[in-house]
């Protein structure tokens, strides 16, 4: 039985089946796509045609290509796709070109423009970022005892007996 520095280096055997098409530059690839496009796994799949169930195997296997993915999309979402909320939110300036033809001749004119707030946005930005105090659902405790009395009061038999017996004769049964 070989000692463990000697099984330390043996080459590790394929465990079988088809070879990874896994590449280490799809780490970098997965980053720039997911930081800058905000590609989903579906898109990750795509470019590297493969299934999405792949990439997921690659991510769960290979901790890079996943840190790269992670840190892609927050990167994604924090500087561009919460920037851009909270504009809609906010109001804001853009700058327009307008192009005008006048006697044959093409002239631009640039134009400032204001978006003005979106109230679904501000909504929306207020709900995320505080839900406590933004939120719809608005909770209440109540406090103290609750005391039910009985609606119906059913005595004996005989009781119910003689109550039937007012019934006419062709509703009974």
């Excluded at 043996?10 to 720039?32: C, D, M, S």
């Excluded at 990167?75 to 700058?95: M, P, V």
Aim: charged fraction near 35%; charge should be neutral; hydrophobic fraction near 30%.
């Amino acid at each position: 039985m070989p000692d463990t520095k000697d099984s330390e280096k043996l080459p590790v055997k394929n465990k079988g089946g088809r070879p990874t098409k896994y590449k280490e530059e799809y780490v970098e690839q997965a980053f720039v796509a997911c930081s800058r496009l905000g590609a989903t796994i579906e898109e990750l799949a795509d470019l590297f045609k493969v299934n999405k169930e792949t990439v997921y195997d690659w991510m769960r296997a290979k901790s890079k290509f996943s840190d790269a993915i992670r840190t892609g999309r927050d990167i994604y979402d924090t500087q561009l796709i919460e920037k851009s909320l909270k504009q809609r939110a906010t109001g804001y300036e853009y700058t327009e070109e307008k192009v005008f033809c006048k006697d044959g001749e093409i002239i631009t004119h640039e134009t400032t423009k204001k978006m003005p707030p979106d109230a679904t946005s501000m909504i929306f930005w207020l709900k995320n970022r505080n839900p406590e105090r933004w939120r719809d659902k608005i909770e209440t405790e109540l406090s103290g005892t609750l005391n039910l009395k009985p609606v119906i009061e059913l005595g004996s038999n005989k009781d119910i007996d003689a109550k039937q017996e007012t019934i006419p004769e062709g509703i009974k049964d």
